[in-house]
């Protein structure tokens, strides 16, 4: 069967094919995103399409047998968590994140505890030489001979590496960098990175081997390469965070085998990246004491209450069009809110300056977030503190009510066990709470109610 080759474009973001270049992507509506690039096309026989016989047949649901398959941990908890109790064996997994952000190294970190737990762990770095992987291991300390390293980019060679040494778990170093022979294009292209995931897809669940891979981010923060990519793997992770401050975030995206809710807290060490098991203390380190315009917000992460400060700084402005400007939160959110505090609270905000930032550099974007914007904001406005032993969590609706949220329960008895003494809450929450000792339940129906609670 012959085959010849034409050139076609693809778009970087989405991987829409076309025979053309486009300004506009049809798909995604991106401007500027199409790449010329080879493709092989294969000759249909002249005899026409061979019938044969189907390899495989559908069956009912009862007639699946179900084995137990448990879950291997990884040996660190806040990973277990975001992956949903384990790994799940056969899956592939992609984890993305900013160059240093920590993947690597959060990875060999896994690989050295999976390996001294008895799993054979191969891993193929395409991007550093043994050595360098050495010099890196040398930080986190020994490591078992259960744990092979293979520097090479070729998927055939890996492949063939894979079937002889039957490892449980692979990492792949990064997908930017493997090649597959029979596509005529530079790795990191959408036809390679495509092509590439699709055969460790394979590999994955036909030897039954579980496969992370290491994916490069665009500046979006989106994983380089196709969408399509994150649709072919079965769970997505994102390292998150400041490359320059000492926390790191695990950040599920999707996950075919838990929740996309949960998030996974480290800390960047010499040794590594250490879990932090109770982030709330880790985030509310160094609050000012007796400062306006700070409070202390309650967020849900999947299953577990964040404890978290919310700062705001409203000053007088010079400037024609005041400057809003929102840390770790959304913008639009901030604005919508202020303009709440100006219509409902009677806040003359509009000639002034409003800077609001989550503390640690964390970004969250839950509602329950909405009434620590609000009272942050009206404690710098008023220059009037609040007091440091209390915590607000609510959702404010565009007349000024304070709406109920989710899990009231577990984030005011977070609240507690942390040495808060005061919860701030919407008031439909606080009927359905049971009262508990040693901390005063506030409900509040709408945000002046809020502001006078606290003044």
Sequence with gaps: MAAKTKSVFFCQNCGYESSKWMGQCPGCREWNTFAEEPKIVSKKPASGPVRRESASHPRTLSQIEMGESPRVTTGMGEFDRVLGGGIVQGSLVLVGGDPGIGKSTLLLQMCRNLAAGGKT???????????????????????SENLKILCETNLADIRETISAERPDIVIIDSIQTMYHEEVASAPGSVSQVRESTGILLQIAKGMNVTIFVVGHVTKEGVVAGPRVLEHMVDTVLYCEGDRYAAYRILRSAKNRFGSTNEIGVFEMRPEGLAEVPNPSEYML??????????????????????LLEVQALVCKTNLAFPRRTAAGTDLNRVNLLMAVLEKRAGLRLSSFDAYVNIAGGIRMSEPALDLGIVLAVASSFRDQPIDEKTIAFGEVGLSGEVRSVSMAEQRVREAKRLGFTSVILPETCRKQLVRVEGIDLVGVRSVRDAILKIG
């Design 121 to 143: 762990v191969l891993y193929v770095s395409g991007e550093e030489s043994p050595r360098q992987i050495r010099m890196r291991a040398q930080r986190m300390g020994d490591f």
């Design 285 to 306: 380190e160094g609050k000012p004491e007796g400062a306006s315009g700070s409070i202390v917000a309650c967020t849900m992460e999947g299953t577990r209450p964040v």
